[in-house]
């Protein structure tokens, strides 16, 4: 895990728990999706909110079969082509998280990037927010 991070680690907050039930229960009422390459439905179909957490298996087994019988109505998949296997794991987790988070609208997320440099007029920086980009000069 710490390798994944790189350098971002000051941004996240790690918790460490004795295991899965204990975060079940700590997180009562809350809503979990579990990822796996066997689940009904698809990523996109859900609609997400700012307290909904997503859970990943190993990238070597995945999620227990246990746990994904259990909540089996919140299992979701990312669609595969006829014959591949899956997707690595960090691959799988980006690609859901940053449909949750695109879904919930970046919160506190910089939205910010660099326009093109036009020789006449300077750089610009564009700045994309709730479907609008506003100019700055």
Same mark, same amino acid.
């Given at each position: 895990?710490?390798?994944? #991070? /790189? =350098? ?9 728990? +004795?295991?899965?039930? +204990?975060? /079940?229960? $700590?997180?009562?009422?809350? @809503? &979990? ?6 689940? !009904? @439905? ?10 909904? &957490?997503? *859970? &990943?298996?190993? +990238? ?13 109505? %919140?299992?979701?998949?990312? !669609?595969?082509? !006829?014959? %591949? @296997?899956? /997707?690595? $794991? ?5 690609? *859901?998280?940053? +449909?949750?988070?695109?879904?919930? #609208?970046? !919160? =506190?997320?910089? $939205? $910010?990037?660099? #326009? ?5 007029? #300077? ?8 479907? @609008?980009? /506003?100019?700055?000069?």
């Amino acid at each position: 895990m710490k390798r994944a #991070g /790189l =350098d971002y680690w000051h941004l996240v907050k790690v918790h460490y728990h +004795e295991n899965f039930s +204990e975060v /079940l229960h $700590l997180f009562a009422g809350k @809503r &979990f999706y579990y990822c796996s390459k066997k689940a !009904p @439905r698809s990523y996109d179909v859900v609609e997400y909110t700012e307290d909904d &957490f997503l *859970v &990943f298996g190993k +990238e070597s087994a995945g999620i227990p079969e246990k746990l994904l019988e259990e909540h089996w109505d %919140a299992c979701i998949r990312i !669609p595969m082509r !006829p014959g %591949a @296997r899956s /997707l690595n $794991l960090s691959s799988a987790a980006a690609i *859901v998280a940053y +449909e949750a988070m695109r879904q919930i #609208g970046f !919160p =506190d997320w910089i $939205l $910010l990037g660099i #326009g093109m440099k036009d020789e006449q007029k #300077g750089v610009f920086v564009y700045r994309c927010r709730k479907n @609008r980009i /506003l100019r700055w000069s």
